[in-house]
């Protein structure tokens, strides 16, 4: 099957305007290759017919296509709204109440029982996106607060709420949570999204329930909330990947900081060699429209350029009315700087020297560096972990990186890595002898041909699974 393959990957949210499965197919020929089920919406009968249409296509195409299960989180939002339509007045002053109650301009109901508890005056509180603006005027320490509006404007049912200046005591892992994760732990998902991240420490807390499970399952922790941005390294270190999540995120933090943070976060996370995903409103006109603005396409092009490993689309694919097409036009973006800019190649990333794994960076390192002065097709790695593949990775060569494992779970995990594409593979014995299947097997599928040159790493002795401590370049047969 023809295979739209970029280094840089293409993350799409599965809902009803690609759920047909001719529709999936066509997505991942155009070059898809992470599906996100977003559990703020849908039931798990639901979420669990779009898990089985991947796995189903995977089998019959012979594909690695991820599953990205991104959870809720402690979302704060609006009650209802009497007749689903109120106008706030600039400079008017409203009652918020924690109590239930049906919102008008005069007083509206928040979801978050600590509000009145935990807000001060000054405050800021942002309805819909930060369309509409309240500062704190005084609270209770109860249940009731009253606040100046300082951007009006129209609110509705359910709107999302955002607490900017107020220190929340949240759950990271809300009940809903923590059944959506059980679901997508039963039912194969590869990565775990986790919402609105403040600390390292939200997101330890979810590995160890995923330790619990022995499951090998990867946890990408979702950049949303300025509290995070101070403890950023630390996150960083704690999760497997990172998604800045640019919607909350640029609702709580000034907008005009966003691009620098953005491009901070994506050099800290290839340091680390750490996945990162751009999300959202990268394409959102083609919720609609047929062609992206000019700036959308300038805004994913940056993506690509300032390192990220994958870029998101959310409504464009979910409930877009051109879910297939909005994918070909994202590829041709990425294949356009892939194939022209050199800025995104080679990074000089020196392993440190007091790493408990310095030797098997140091090969990676190496041998992303030789693969690039001999102008080698390709490097192929051997990995159970997936250390390998995540390292290989964030040195970000031109060479194809080829990753052969035993560990079925770490397959589809690999696909969310920049420039990766990952094997099953479970002969291994002697060194040559392996080199020399693996090779064969890249011949077949027609990545690699005969007088290519090819960069090999692994561990000897195969058996022993350890980590990278070889390095040999093989010239294809």
């Known amino acids: 099957m023809n295979i739209k393959i970029n280094k840089t990957k293409i993350v799409a949210t599965w809902g009803p305007a690609c759920e047909d499965e001719t529709v999936m197919l066509n997505m991942i020929k155009s070059g898809v290759d992470v599906f996100r089920f977003n559990f703020s919406h849908g039931k798990h009968e639901k979420h669990l017919e779009g898990f089985n249409k991947v796995k189903k296509l995977c089998a019959e195409h012979d594909l690695n296509i991820a599953i990205l299960a991104d959870l809720q989180g402690p979302k704060i939002r609006l009650g209802l709204v009497r007749d689903n339509l109120e106008v706030l007045e600039t400079g008017s002053t409203i009652e918020i109440t924690t109590e239930s109650c049906l919102s008008t301009y005069k007083k509206i109901f928040v979801s978050y029982a600590n509000l009145a508890k935990e807000a001060e005056p000054g405050d800021a509180i942002l309805i819909d996106d930060g369309r509409v603006e309240l500062k704190v005027l005084t609270t209770d320490k109860v ?225 992303a560096r030789m693969s690039s002065e001999l102008g080698a097709k390709a490097i192929v790695g051997m990995t159970f972990s997936g250390y390998t593949g995540f390292l290989l990775s964030s040195y970000r060569p031109r060479a194809g990186i080829f990753i052969f494992t035993e560990n079925k779970e770490l397959l589809n995990s690999l696909s969310l890595c920049w420039g990766v594409r990952a094997f099953y593979y479970d002969k291994f014995v002697g060194t040559d002898t392996t080199v020399r299947d693996v090779i064969r097997i890249l011949k077949e599928k027609g990545l690699i041909k005969p007088n290519d040159m090819i960069v090999n790493i692994g561990s000897m002795p195969l058996a022993a699974r350890g980590r990278a401590n070889m390095m040999k370049v093989t010239v294809v047969e």
């Open 143 to 367: 249940s009731l607060l009253t606040a100046k509006v300082v951007v009006g404007g129209k609110i509705s049912n359910n709107k999302g709420v955002n607490l900017p200046d107020t220190k929340t005591t949240v759950p990271a892992l809300t009940d809903k949570d923590r059944k959506d994760l059980e679901f997508a732990l039963a039912n194969g998902a590869n990565w775990i999204a986790l919402s609105f991240v403040r600390a390292a420490k939200d997101v330890e807390e979810l590995k160890e329930i995923i330790g619990e499970r022995n499951s090998y399952i990867k946890v990408m922790a979702k950049i949303e909330k300025p509290e995070a941005l101070l403890e950023i390294e630390a996150i960083i270190d704690a999760a497997d990947g990172i998604m800045i999540a640019r919607g909350d995120l640029a609702v709580e933090v000034p907008q005009e900081k966003m691009p620098l943070i953005q491009k901070d976060i994506i050099k800290r996370c290839i340091r680390k060699a750490k996945p990162v995903i751009v999300a959202t409103q990268m394409m959102e006109s083609m919720i609609e429209n047929s062609n992206p603005t000019r700036a959308e396409i300038t805004d994913v092009a940056n993506a690509v350029i300032d390192g990220a490993d994958a870029v998101m689309l959310s409504g464009e694919t979910s409930m877009g009315k051109y879910p297939d097409r909005v994918i070909h036009i994202m590829e041709k973006i990425l294949n356009n700087i892939e194939n022209h800019s050199e800025m995104i190649y080679d990074k000089q990333l020196i392993p440190n020297k007091g790493s408990a794994s310095f030797l098997s960076d140091a090969i990676c390192y190496n041998a």
